[in-house]
């Protein structure tokens, strides 16, 4: 892997190149952890549904923001403009908070429904919303990682 350096637009990678440069790299994992989140959070049974429906937002939110994002660049759109790293940087802003967000919800969200769990049914919603939690936090480090290193080439270039 090597390290994309925006002091030339012309090392924005494009193509599989994409895959290969790093932070870009990070899509692969963002996609899975996120998928994965998007499913455990679609498969559980919720008796809060309002706030695993912020939860299902913003998981589906980042996956296909994140899915846009990496076919834009395997189809080369930033065709070497100076300007698109300033566009990923900030447009992938939500990606940076929400999913903080929405990952300590989840688990605050799991604790409370382990603290009064007797039920197998309710103990099924425990394991898959623990799975989801942990997932969520690992998408979250994804993305955070992700766009420290997206805010370092803005500012380098």
């Known amino acids: 892997l090597t390290m994309s350096s925006a002091a030339s637009t012309s090392s924005l990678p494009s193509g599989l190149a994409v895959l290969t440069t790093f932070p870009d790299v990070l899509f692969i994992p963002e996609l899975i952890f996120g998928g994965l989140v998007w499913i455990l959070v679609a498969s559980s049974k919720v008796p809060s549904p309002m ?4 939860v299902m937002f913003v998981s589906v939110f980042c996956f296909v923001m994140t899915t846009a994002l990496l076919c834009l660049y395997i189809c080369g759109a930033h065709g070497g403009s100076s300007s698109w790293i300033t566009l990923v940087s900030g447009s992938d802003k939500p990606q940076g908070f929400f999913p903080p967000c929405a990952a300590v919800l989840e688990a605050y969200f799991t604790y409370s429904i382990g603290l009064f769990s007797t039920s197998p049914l309710i103990m099924t919603i425990y394991q ?30």
């Open 51 to 54: 706030l695993q429906g912020w």
């Open 128 to 157: 898959e919303n623990i799975a989801a939690v942990v997932f969520a936090f690992l998408a979250t480090l994804m993305y955070v990682i992700h766009k420290v290193y997206s805010l370092l080439r803005w500012k380098s270039s």
